[in-house]
């Protein structure tokens, strides 16, 4: 058996989640593609012809050659003179082991009694609307030929295995199928061993201080940080990515990925996609154009980026200076004592791809004087000070990313600050990517300020122990 | 940015004539300060803003000012005529309960009674 999916539809009105192509929109945070092509390894279908209309680059990205679902992807695009059904009635001779075909936004709904098994047992069915067909499954050249050749109806055979044809006709619908999902059915799209006790799924690197509260159900994605006393759930959907700032309250709510929620806000009966705030009801859309309200998750700052380059560039240049006589004093006995040393290294770098940083290693598990005062003034770091001044590092932000090492975790930054001084300098329990991505929103003068003043007040007090 | 006080039963109805944002809320504050200096015995106040198609945190930041002037002087403010995308905002940001909303203006000054 093979299967169809057209993407080629224009539906404007997912234009306001952010840029996303519809095939790829997240359903209880799983693009639509994704449930499509699980339902072809629920059939055994291995051959898969995705119809490519806009977004065609972000959905080839996201599905690849297929080899995650198991099965053989082959791309075409569609043409602007030929219906879907034309085509599939055109190489319908290409349907003799049966068809699976899938177009627009149809979600197959599981209910409450749907079997995966029954699934294979299910007759040929066509459902669509105003002549089109949305879903058409035949196991046979005959049986896809007889529906190609009949007037698609709004109702079919996947009603009797429990699947509920449902069309994402709108913000509201798209809405409500989120709400449903997180209110409990999503887990009947989860493989056997998943462990639904509250009705709650909650991805890797979701920090969560003490003072934060999950209410259940709550689907959230991963990389999340939720801050100090803020409330997520009950219903509350967040995609990847997504940062929830101190005492604000999420329920009944929509957070799609790389979304950063402001402080003391109260999101309720709404969807967020970045910058833009949904009503859900009637999708009406408003753009805010304040950062700490809510935002995209990478927003470009390039005065400011600039001013505090330039201030930090200044800090650095005095650290260096301090730390100049001690270096020329104290690394030439750190390697005398053979108690450490520097090591060149493989890191990510945001200009030339990859470069060479000499990382400082402590070589034998001694007790010495000359390394305590050694790390006490953060001499280790002299050498990234001086490329921080030349330019190739910043002076607070993100540690520099390791080859191959941190490949995953460069590929999901939206922004890239290697620096000499990170919040892994000072706290104990960091998170690179998190870290890294909070960063990447948050950075600010006065942020990279604290951070060079706690590095360096932690490393000091921290030396030896 | 055009602000249009006029009073009624001795309230103070002042509308709003567009989007009350960062880039207005100076002519907004000054027009407003001038009328009330010129009124002072004018102690509440209903703002209506029908005209009022978008607000930003500088918007509402301006209202919660004024909110607080008003009643530091022993009046109150009332807000008509809320439309839909600043009334998404006022949810979000938790403002609609600080004010007290009413859908037109006449409820408003009857909420004053």
Not at chain 1, 122 to 128: K, Q, R, S
Not at chain 1, 418 to 445: E, N, T
Not at chain 2, 43 to 50: A, F, Q, T
Request: proline residues 5%.
């Amino acid at each position: 058996m093979k299967a169809v999916f057209y993407t080629a539809d224009v539906l404007s009105w997912v234009d306001d989640l952010g840029g996303v192509p519809w095939p790829l929109l997240p359903i209880a945070n799983r693009p639509l593609l994704d449930y499509w092509l699980e339902t072809c390894a629920d059939l055994n279908i291995g051959h898969v012809q995705v119809i490519l209309g806009e977004g065609a680059d972000q959905v080839e990205k996201y599905i690849g050659s297929g080899t995650r679902w198991g099965v053989e992807i082959q791309y075409s695009f569609a043409r602007a003179t030929e219906r879907p059904l034309d085509y599939l009635k055109a190489t319908s001779d290409r349907w003799q082991e049966g068809l699976l075909f899938i177009s627009g936004p149809f979600f197959l709904r599981r209910m409450a009694g749907y079997d995966p098994v029954a699934f294979q047992s299910m007759d040929a069915c066509c459902n669509g609307c105003l002549g089109q067909a949305q879903f058409l499954f035949g196991k046979n050249g005959d049986e896809v030929k007889k529906l190609l050749d009949e007037t698609p109806k709004t109702e079919c055979g996947l009603e009797k295995i429990h699947v509920e044809p449902y069309v994402i006709g709108g913000m509201s619908a798209y809405f409500d199928l989120n709400m449903n999902m997180v209110a409990g059915e999503f887990s009947r799209y989860v493989t056997a061993g998943f462990s639904d006790t509250d009705g709650s799924s909650v991805g890797y690197n979701v920090l969560t201080p003490p003072s934060a509260i999950l209410n259940p159900p709550v689907i959230i994605g991963n990389d999340c940080r939720v801050c100090a006393m803020s409330t997520v759930g009950p219903n509350a959907v967040v995609a990847d990515h997504v940062i929830v700032d101190s005492s604000t309250t999420l329920s009944n709510c929509l957070i799609l990925c790389d979304t950063y929620i402001g402080q003391n806000l109260e999101i309720d009966h709404k969807i967020v996609a970045g910058n833009r705030l949904i009503s859900p009801e009637d999708g009406t859309v408003v753009e805010i154009d304040d950062s700490w309200v809510v935002a995209r998750n990478r927003p470009h700052m390039r005065t400011e980026d600039l001013l505090r380059y330039v201030v930090l560039w200044f800090m650095a240049l005095a650290l260096a200076l301090v730390q100049l006589v001690p270096f020329l004093l104290l690394y030439p006995l750190v390697r005398l004592s053979r108690i450490g040393e520097y090591r060149r290294e493989l890191f990510h770098d945001p200009r030339v791809g990859y470069v060479k940083l000499p990382v400082f290693y402590k070589t034998e598990n001694r007790r010495s004087l000359v390394y305590s005062l050694f790390r006490m003034g953060s001499l280790d770091r002299f050498p990234w000070l001086l490329l921080a001044l030349r330019g190739r590092l910043f002076v607070c932000g993100q540690p520099p990313m390791r080859h191959p090492q941190d490949d995953e975790t460069i590929r999901q930054l939206p922004r890239y600050y290697p620096a000499v001084f990170s919040y892994a300098d000072y706290c104990k329990d960091s998170d690179l990517l998190s870290d890294s991505l909070w960063y990447a929103h948050i950075r600010s003068l006065f942020e990279d300020v604290k951070i060079l003043i706690k590095s360096l007040l932690h490393r000091f007090f921290r030396a030896g122990r | 940015m055009v602000v249009t006080c006029s009073k009624e039963n001795g309230i103070a109805v002042v509308k709003v004539g567009s989007a009350l944002t960062a880039a207005s809320v100076d002519a907004f504050r000054e027009q407003l300060s001038s009328w009330q200096s010129a009124e002072p015995e004018v102690k509440n106040y209903v703002i209506d803003l029908e005209r009022v198609d978008f607000m930003d945190s500088a918007g509402l930041g301006t209202l919660i000012a004024v909110l607080k002037r008003i009643t530091e002087r022993g009046g109150d403010m009332k807000i008509a005529h809320l439309q839909k995308k600043p009334r998404m905002v006022f949810e979000i940001t938790r403002a609609y309960k600080v004010f007290e909303i009413y859908d037109t203006v006449e409820e408003a000054l009857k909420g004053f009674e």
